[in-house]
């Protein structure tokens, strides 16, 4: 039982680099996979909630984050397509959910929060 552990692998001398080069790669890339995560869930955020806003502050807001998912440029580290192609997501079909579920606009107030409107009794 003293064999190493990649000795099943015969003569590819290169297969314990290739391995520990993978296992690496992967376990320094989860901080930033989890940053890009994080940075598309926020801007999700922001679509809903300013999708429906009416004051300037907001729609601007929500204009900007729709540039931003809509941009087919990836010049820009952090665009959305260099995002969706970093997290091996197809950008049209997150577009494609993002619109579906959008649905029609809610009204919000100037901080981002839901307009509620009552009905009269």
């Known amino acids: 039982m003293d064999e190493p552990i990649f000795a099943i692998v015969g003569n590819d001398t290169d297969a314990q680099r290739r391995y520990f080069d993978t296992f690496r790669r992967s376990e320094h890339l989860e901080p930033e996979k989890a940053l890009?995560?994080?940075i598309l869930e926020d801007a999700i955020h922001l679509y809903y909630k300013y999708r429906g806003a009416r004051d300037r502050a907001g729609r601007e807001r929500f204009r900007e984050v729709d540039d931003w998912f809509m941009r087919e440029s990836n010049r820009w580290l952090f665009s959305f397509a260099?995002?969706?192609e970093l997290l091996a997501l197809d950008p049209q079909y997150v577009r494609r959910g993002l619109l579906a579920s959008a649905g029609p606009p809610e009204a919000?107030?100037?901080?981002?929060?839901?307009?509620?409107?009552?009905?009269?009794a």
């Open 36 to 38: 890009l995560m994080a």
């Open 108 to 120: 919000t107030d100037k901080r981002g929060r839901r307009a509620v409107h009552r009905e009269a």
């Open 82 to 84: 260099n995002i969706c």
